[in-house]
Structure formats: C-alpha cells, structure tokens
C-alpha cells in the first residue's frame, strides 16, 4: 500500500539519484552521460525503491545504494580506485547531510522518508556543479529552474497533507 511516507520516500529517491548523476557529471568532465549510466540510475531508483518498499531492512537498502553508486561510477572507464573514492565520496556527503538533518530538525515524516536529505543533497551537488564546471548562477537552465519552483511548491503540498491527516500536537511531538 501506498502510504504518504512511502509517496515521500519514491519522491526524494528519485531526486537524490538525480543528484548523483549531477555530482558525476563534476568529477567525470571529459565523458558524456552514457545511455548505460541512465540504465543503471533507471535501475538503481527500481531496485532501491523496490527493497524500501517490500523488505525494508537498512542494511540491504545500504548494500543497493552502494551497489549501485559504483556501478554508475564505472560507467565512466576511469581507473577502479578513482571511481570507488567518488562514490564513497558522493554517498558519505549524503549520509552527512541526513545526519545533519536528524541532529538539527529531529525526526518527523519528511525527515525519516529522506525528503529533507534529498533536498539538501541536491542542493549541495548544484553548488558542486557549478563551482566545479565553472558555471555562473545567473547562467541558469530551465530544468533546474524548473525544480527551483517544484521543490518549494511540493515541500508545501506535503506540509499540507502531513498537517491535514495528523494533529497539531502529534506534529509538535514529532
């Protein structure tokens, strides 16, 4: 069954693998993104959604996430100890951020479904971007325009549905 929490959690896993393609797209600047690269982060967002969603045990949610974060890395034919330090890089900077989020924030729904980590994520691996290619931020694309008006008015729309199914008190609580 398709809970708000789980709605949340499909939601932010897909961000947070976008954020991953942008993050390699900075360490990987000389390749392309490869038809096999979107395959596996096609795959990668199946499988990891797919284990949360049925089994959800951390420990084989953990070994799909790293599976297949060096998977995509090796898409990119660098050397294999290059690419096994970019995806522990890439995945510690995102398990930093979650837990930055639960030692400031505290635990609610959108935090435990990783949407806040999502976002921070992606934030962060913009802000990579755009120092590492060299980019300015008024040389904006419209796709990442286009999440700068989607994140806000989703973030809203789930503070709407998490207030109208739980009490003020259980959200203060929470």
Do not use: H, W
């Not at 809970?3 to 991953?20: D, F, H, K, P, V």
């Not at 089994?55 to 898409?75: D, G, K, M, R, V």
């Not at 990442?144 to 503070?159: A, E, H, K, R, W």
């Amino acid at each position: 069954m398709l809970t708000l929490e789980n709605a949340i959690y499909l939601l932010s896993n897909g961000l947070r693998i976008y954020a991953y393609m942008k993050l390699f797209r900075c360490f990987y600047k000389d390749s392309n993104i490869k038809l096999l690269n979107i395959v596996i982060m096609i795959l990668f967002f199946i499988v990891n959604s797919g284990v949360y969603l049925t089994i959800n045990i951390p420990l084989l949610n953990l070994c799909s996430n790293l599976l297949f974060i060096y998977l995509a890395t090796f898409c990119y034919g660098k050397k294999v100890l290059y690419n096994i330090g970019i995806g522990s890089l890439c995945y510690a900077l995102n398990i930093l951020i979650d837990c930055g989020f639960y030692f400031f924030v505290g635990r609610s729904v959108v935090i435990d479904s990783g949407f806040m980590t999502a976002l921070g994520f992606y934030g962060v691996a913009l802000a990579i971007d755009y120092v590492f290619r060299g980019r300015r931020f008024n040389k904006i694309s419209g796709g990442n325009m286009l999440f700068v008006i989607i994140i806000p008015l989703s973030s809203i729309c789930i503070t709407i549905i998490t207030m109208s199914e739980y009490n003020v008190q259980m959200l203060l609580i929470a």
